[in-house]
């Protein structure tokens, strides 16, 4: 019987793992190696080092420090990430050999179709995620192009102000920097795309996993024509199949659920700072748009007291629409704040309860 390779899905990931310096195996050629600890040194650490140093010398202007903090969170995540591949080589690894491994081989047509599914679906996915990625990427970058060369107005670096270098450092070797932060921000962008698809498609590949285990469960007792009750040679011998089928499908479960804990024990500190970092991100997002309620608060700031009545006029007009916050809405339904993400758990919560709940009904039927 041929074998069955799911993890040819991640090809493409491993490829731009080599190209990162965070391919899993070892054995790799010692230009290689040496490369791959070069480039994290140049474009990982020193690079993060960079963007630390820079908060020092940030100016007392929350826009500015707002907008290097944004940059900033998105680097701390992709960063563990990396490092995560670096630290757990070991782990991914094993992860990739036990996707090979006889236990999760398909036996029958539909669990075949149900695993090239999955597999087709994690390169459509990489694909889509790519196209995305590199757009937003290159229009960021070339933005410098069109202010600074095109439109000749002072540009701003993509990515980092670097305020710790003087001015005239910074006007001098403008083109090497944005060249050494334009590379980093592709790189960084490589990572999450493969980093990322890659533990998708883990999770896709178990639910697949679960969806066979599923079928054999549920077809378990299917009896054969060949079996009656007169027959008792044959029924001793189906259920004996049974038996066998069953035991099968518990290992088959107890190694889903170790498989899953390894993924766990890999990427759980990746997977916090992933959420750490975006909520981080929305929080601060949503905090640029509180400001719109300190507006009505800043025109008073003004000298208004000997205007004329039309401009007093305009002023209490302009007060009472800055009254109501700017806020952004999905869908014209909903407004993103925190008692919307509360309402959203709450119901989520609600409908899980409830399917539990049916789920439980029907298997008591």
């Known amino acids: 019987m041929q074998i069955f390779k799911q993890i040819d899905c991640f090809n493409i990931n491993m490829k731009f793992w080599k190209v990162l310096g965070i391919y899993p195996y070892r054995n790799i050629k010692f230009i290689h ?15 993060d080092i960079l963007l630390t140093v820079n908060f020092y010398f940030l100016p007392s202007q929350l826009d500015a420090f707002i907008e290097e903090m944004i940059f900033y969170f998105t680097e701390i995540s992709v960063t563990t990430k990396v490092l995560t591949f670096l630290f757990f080589r070991k782990n991914i690894r094993k992860i990739l050999e036990v996707l090979e491994s006889s236990i999760f081989e398909p036996v029958s047509d539909n669990g075949i179709k149900i695993l090239n599914d999955a597999k087709k679906f994690n390169i459509v996915y990489w694909k889509i995620v790519a196209v995305v990625s590199y757009t937003s990427n290159l229009s960021h970058i070339i933005s410098f192009f069109i202010t600074h060369v095109i439109l000749e107005n002072v540009a701003e670096f993509p990515i980092c102000s670097y305020n710790f270098l003087p001015m005239e450092i910074k006007e001098r070797f403008i083109y ?10 592709h790189f960084h962008m490589l990572a999450n795309l493969n980093i990322d698809t890659f533990f998708l498609g883990l999770m896709i590949l178990v639910i697949a996993q679960l969806d066979i285990l599923n079928e054999k469960l549920s077809s378990l007792t299917d009896i ?14 189906y259920e004996n199949n049974i038996i066998k089928s069953f035991n099968q499908a518990i290992v088959h479960y107890d ?27 929305i929080c601060v997002c949503l ?7 300190l507006l009505s608060k800043a025109i008073y700031s003004c000298d208004w007291t000997p205007r004329s009545r039309k401009f007093k006029s305009s ?11 700017i806020s952004i809405t999905g869908g014209k339904m909903f407004t993103l704040s925190l008692l919307t993400f509360s309402s959203i758990m709450n119901s ?12 439980a009904r029907e298997s008591k039927k």
């Open 33 to 47: 190696n040496l490369y791959s600890k070069m480039f994290l040194l140049l474009f990982i650490i020193f690079y």
């Open 287 to 293: 905090f640029r748009f509180t400001l719109s309620c």
């Open 315 to 325: 002023l209490r007009l302009f007060v009472e629409r800055t009254n109501r916050p």
């Open 348 to 359: 989520a919560y609600s409908f899980f309860t409830l399917l539990r709940n049916l789920q």
């Open 176 to 185: 090497p920097l944005y060249l050494y932060q334009s590379i980093g921000i």
């Open 224 to 237: 054969p024509k060949n079996v009656t009750c007169e027959n008792n040679v044959h029924r001793d011998q």
């Open 255 to 281: 190694e889903l659920y170790k498989f899953c804990s390894l993924i766990q024990d890999t990427f759980n500190i990746t997977l916090l700072f992933q959420f750490g970092m975006a909520s981080s991100i």
